[in-house]
């Protein structure tokens, strides 16, 4: 326990520290680059990963780390940091406030903490599979048993078409109460915090996703991947509140 609450204090610190890298950058006009797969970085993903690359690196020399834009280093470590600087840089680049940090740490392959953070509105988000706290109060999902009541979210609506069944999504959407493209990981601090009920991605990475697991789970919620499996073993997420996981998954898989 002492441990576990050593690498929470220094998960803030790194989140504090780190969003004051990005703050300065932020709405700032800054150059955007594209990576060979397309998709767009800034230098504010890159300090804000060097720094706590750097940080992990000198704090706990033994560790692993995986981050978005620097790749894997010690990757055989019993502990691995996975790092997202800036989880959704395409918001971030036009100013809006749905992107976050994402920390992660595993341990053995499974992930124990998780952190989303939120540099501009000060929010900082950290679940141990058991509890999640918003800047230091326990959150939880909020009771949802019934479509009529949901409250439904996913980053980019052509990622579902791109990767995934869009009349099954279609047919979720029209099922809902509310249907919102509020995404990249502000959607799952939206469910995690009991604003939101499902959220919905079609396609994500390693740094995408770890760190919604013990978020997630620690707030009462459930996440699994598009097909409901191990959510650390796919690539793709879907996370819920209330007891209508099931009936999601069924509904994006039939035939």
Not at 43 to 51: G, L, Q, T, V
Not at 61 to 70: K, M, T
Not at 115 to 129: A, K, M, S
Request: proline share 4%.
């Amino acid at each position: 326990m002492h441990e576990l609450n050593e690498f929470r204090h220094f998960c803030k610190w790194l989140a504090d520290e780190s969003g004051k890298i990005i703050k300065h950058y932020w709405r700032t006009g800054i150059s955007v680059e594209n990576k060979p797969d397309l998709s767009p970085v800034t230098i504010a993903d890159k300090k804000a990963e060097e720094f706590m690359r750097e940080m992990i690196m000198k704090k706990f020399p033994n560790h692993g780390i995986l981050g978005e834009e620097f790749g894997e280093y010690n990757p055989n470590a019993g502990y691995k940091w996975v790092l997202d600087p800036i989880d959704g840089t395409k918001s971030f680049i036009c100013g809006t406030v749905t992107f976050g940090t994402l920390i992660a740490l595993l341990k053995n392959g499974e992930p124990i903490l998780g952190v989303i953070n939120q540099p501009i509105l000060n929010e900082f988000l950290i679940g141990d599979n058991l509890t999640t706290e918003l800047n230091g109060k326990l959150v939880r999902v909020r009771e949802c048993n019934s479509f009529s009541e949901a409250v439904l979210l996913t980053t980019d609506q052509l990622n579902i078409e791109k990767y995934q069944n869009i009349k099954r999504f279609d047919e979720l959407a029209h099922k809902v109460k509310l249907y919102r493209q509020w995404g990249d990981c502000y959607g799952y601090y939206l469910v995690a915090t009991g604003y939101a009920d499902i959220m919905i991605d079609p396609i994500m990475s390693p740094w995408d996703l770890t760190a919604l697991i013990p978020i997630i789970r620690g707030a009462g919620g459930t996440i699994t991947d598009y097909h409901g499996n191990d959510a650390l073993k796919g690539n793709s997420i879907i996370a819920t509140g209330g007891k209508i996981h099931n009936e999601v998954i069924e509904i994006l898989n039939s035939e």
